[in-house]
């Protein structure tokens, strides 16, 4: 099979896991850098490469992975599916699913929360699937440093005070404000907004491969929804404290977790008075993660879900 990725990099984000995602099972691949294109040459030219790489290679799956609304419209996915079967992927979550008017010519559209599925299949809609966040693994990997980044780290952005519409951003602040009053320079954050400033991807590897605890913490309280960044920390062996989400105990996205605050601490002092113990569960995690929740693992998922809309179709 062959598959035309239409892929998203940028310096903090690499498609090269779900490129080795692909390969690995065995599809022909070939890919349309979307991004550097809307930069140099603008909208039209982007859609008209899409159209032109598709007409050239003739892929069975045309895999987008956009995250905002512009990129593609109704006329280019028109056209790519003369061509292939479109899969649309995006990793972040929304209040107002834009993706709604670009479904009547999409093969498959893909989240990572199951709330945007039910409400598109409530609307009529069953071209519409889930899968969950994964990492690049080509790049998150233990990495051993003499640089200390903290005991304890979270590492995303602070938007309390800001225009956008995160549900749960008030309660991310408390949370860091939190763990500085209880632990103190032991625990330490880092993101805009935060004391420290956001970590490259370089040094966000470092930390979590140095650190004794790594946290998570979503922006959004959604079925089967977590930050990528939970799959990055136990991708570079980190023992990660994931906030509780639905669907953290299925046994693909097995993980240590906090509901409340006291429940974070009292795991955290837990963890670290016992060296063993909390090794042996970061083990766990990291091989859980290596063996279920890589891109290989995501593509399995995505040849099933082609498999079961060509069904209904």
């Not at 080795?20 to 890919?31: C, I, K, P, T, V």
């Not at 992975?65 to 056209?79: R, W």
């Not at 693994?137 to 233990?142: A, C, G, I, Q, S």
């Not at 002092?269 to 063993?276: E, G, I």
Request: contains cysteine.
């Amino acid at each position: 099979m062959k598959v035309l990725h239409i892929r998203m990099d940028s310096p903090f984000y690499s498609s090269d896991g779900i490129e080795d995602g692909f390969r690995q099972n065995n599809f022909e691949y070939e890919s349309v850098y979307w991004q550097q294109l809307k930069l140099n040459s603008g909208i039209s030219a982007l859609r008209e490469r899409c159209i032109k790489v598709a007409n050239r290679v003739k892929p069975d799956v045309i895999f987008i992975h956009i995250q905002s609304e512009g990129i593609m419209d109704i006329e280019t996915l028109k056209e790519l599916n003369k061509v292939g079967f479109t899969v649309m992927f995006t990793e972040d979550v929304r209040e107002v699913i834009w993706q709604e008017e670009l479904m009547p010519e999409l093969g498959l559209m893909l989240f990572t929360n199951m709330n945007d599925v039910r409400t598109l299949n409530l609307k009529g809609f069953t071209n519409v699937g889930y899968i969950p966040t994964s990492f690049n693994h080509l790049k998150y990997k233990p990495k051993p440093t003499d640089k200390s980044y903290g005991e304890i780290i979270f590492i995303g952005n602070n938007f309390e005070k800001t225009n956008l519409n995160f549900p749960l951003a008030k309660q991310r602040a408390e949370m860091v404000n939190f763990m500085q009053d209880t632990f103190g320079d032991r625990f330490q954050a880092y993101g805009r907004g935060f004391k420290n400033k956001m970590l490259n991807p370089e040094q966000e590897i470092e930390a979590y491969s140095n650190c004794k605890i790594a946290i998570t913490h979503n922006h959004f309280d959604r079925k089967g929804y977590c930050s990528d960044r939970g799959f990055r920390a136990m991708g570079c062996g980190a023992f990660t404290i994931h906030q509780k989400y639905e669907g953290l105990d299925s046994d693909t996205l097995y993980g240590t977790s906090w509901t409340t605050f006291s429940q974070l601490k009292n795991t955290c002092v837990s963890a670290l008075t016992n060296d063993f113990l909390r090794k042996k569960i970061a083990h766990q995690e990291y091989m859980n993660c290596l063996n279920k929740n890589t891109w290989y693992s995501r593509v399995i998922q995505i040849k099933k879900l082609i498999q079961e809309q060509y069904a209904r179709a």
